[in-house]
T-cell receptor
Framework: EPEVTQTPSHQVTQMGQEVILRCVPI?????FYWYRQILGQKVEFLVS????????KSEIFDDQFSVERPDGSNFTLKIRSTKLEDSAMYFC???????????FGSGTRLTVV | AQSVTQLGSHVSVSEGALVLLRCNYS??????LFWYVQYPNQGLQLLLK??????LVKGINGFEAEFKKSETSFHLTKPSAHMSDAAEYFC????????????FGSGTQLTVLP
């Protein structure tokens, strides 16, 4: 079964550093998403991406965040200057145009120290 | 805007007993509804989804959910709990639109007692 692949699985970074989280969505999917889950809390929507542009973003997704699809396969989330409160599990997801068949990656656990 | 409320942050059942996890939604347009399961330190796995076809939806691992528009509910059930069902369960809603993002509930931690 096709999978969404996220790398790295764990990342520790110092406050103020830039991090890039990487995702390879399912190849024929058209909608791409980033969600985050702070430890013990619910999963929160960050941003959606369709047709090479952001289609919607949440209040969490401020100027410190950016997304990119640099080639035909990767989808990245960049945090420019990490803060302690950015520590969370970040999930990438993708879906096709018809079935609402969201598939989530296994996540990247980001720890900011 | 859509939202989801999961009643009960923790539910405990005995092995072999009925599992009932409650989810109510709010949406101004017909929703698509989902249940996801999350095992410790793992990602989100889709259990089942409702996308305006049959109101009773069967999913993996013996779970099912019924869409009740009049009650704005989408409760998750399983006739007989197994120890391996212990996990966190999230209800989520989406609506048709350009972004189609999921809005998640706060989650219900299911404990299965021997």
């Amino acid at each position: 079964e096709p999978e969404v692949t996220q790398t790295p699985s764990h990342q520790v970074t110092q406050m103020g550093q830039e991090v890039i989280l990487r995702c390879v969505p399912i190849s024929n999917h058209l909608y791409f998403y980033w969600y985050r889950q702070i430890l013990g809390q619910k999963v929160e929507f960050l941003v959606s991406f369709y047709n090479n542009e952001i289609s919607e973003k949440s209040e969490i997704f401020d100027d410190q965040f950016s997304v990119e699809r640099p080639d035909g396969s990767n989808f990245t989330l960049k945090i420019r200057s990490t803060k302690l409160e950015d520590s969370a599990m970040y999930f990438c997801a993708s879906t096709d145009s018809q079935s609402y068949g969201y598939t989530f990656g296994s996540g990247t656990r980001l720890t900011v120290v | 805007a859509q939202s989801v409320t999961q009643l009960g942050s923790h539910v405990s059942v005995s092995e072999g007993a009925l599992v009932l996890l409650r989810c109510n939604y709010s949406s101004s347009v017909p929703p698509y509804l989902f249940w996801y399961v999350q095992y410790p330190n793992q990602g989100l796995q889709l259990l089942l989804k409702y996308t305006s076809a049959a109101t009773l939806v069967k999913g993996i691992n013996g779970f099912e959910a019924e869409f009740k528009k009049s009650e704005t509910s989408f409760h998750l059930t399983k006739p007989s709990a197994h120890m391996s069902d212990a996990a966190e369960y999230f209800c989520a809603v989406s609506v048709m639109g350009s972004a189609r993002q999921l809005t998640f509930g706060s989650g219900t931690q299911l404990t299965v007692l021997p």
